[in-house]
């Protein structure tokens, strides 16, 4: 969606304990707002198309979104066309503080409500859903598959639930330009098994996990 007095948001005023990584966000944003400033107008078509063409979902699979804030880019027109296809459609909410995002039904045009970020999402009445799909914003992501994210660790915690209870895909959603040489990752970094971009989807092998040892 584009901004709007209604979901003109302030980026997560998280604290960032590595001076690395907060330099990199520094780049990080202004490389994105670049890029938003070029193709920010016509992006959400084009990830649309890019997404359509690349993925094929099975009937009903729950898809989270992201209400964009500041210069993400805007997935509006791929929600809308997921909805048009029978997908349920839910959103982020923050909870508490250092604990995983829960994820609210939300289909276009319902109202949100400020959270404990600032950040609008779907009431506290709304369904509870799983997703199969999560989009994920960033603000730069590297050839392995790491997402930089606001550096409060939400999706981090969101995403090592998920996929410790079952699969789930999860696409991290960019400019072009977002993309980096590398990023310093931790243990605990949940990276994305695909970008999208406006030139097309980025994909990334995922890890196998080592094979159980035999203790018996």
């Known amino acids: 969606m584009p901004d709007t007095p209604s979901n003109k948001n302030p980026a997560p005023a998280s604290p960032t304990r590595d001076p690395a990584k907060a330099e990199l966000r520094i780049a990080a944003r202004a490389r994105r707002r670049a890029a938003h400033d070029a193709f920010g107008a016509r992006i959400g078509p084009i990830l649309t198309a890019n997404f359509m063409a690349a993925f094929s979902l099975a009937p009903r699979e729950a898809i989270a979104g992201y209400n964009p804030i500041n210069d993400e880019a805007d997935i509006a027109p791929l929600m809308a066309a997921l909805a048009q296809r029978g997908h349920p459609l839910c959103l982020p909410a923050v909870v508490a503080r250092d604990a995983p995002l829960a994820f609210r039904a939300w289909s276009s045009g319902a109202a949100l409500v400020p959270g404990p970020m600032g950040i609008l999402e779907p009431p506290a009445a709304a ?6 799909v999560v989009l994920v914003p960033l603000l730069a992501f590297d050839g392995s598959g790491h997402r930089l994210g606001y550096g409060g660790g939400y999706y981090d915690r ?9 699969r789930v895909l999860v696409v991290g959603v960019a400019y072009s330009a977002q993309e980096v040489d590398s990023l310093p990752g931790t243990e605990h970094d949940q990276r994305v ?4 971009t406006e030139l097309g989807i980025v994909r990334f092998a995922r890890k196998a ?3 159980s040892k035999d203790t018996a």
């Open 209 to 211: 996990p080592s094979p």
């Open 127 to 132: 369904a509870a859903l799983c997703p199969d």
């Open 193 to 196: 098994d695909a970008v999208l």
């Open 158 to 166: 969101t995403l090592a639930v998920l996929r410790a209870a079952g």
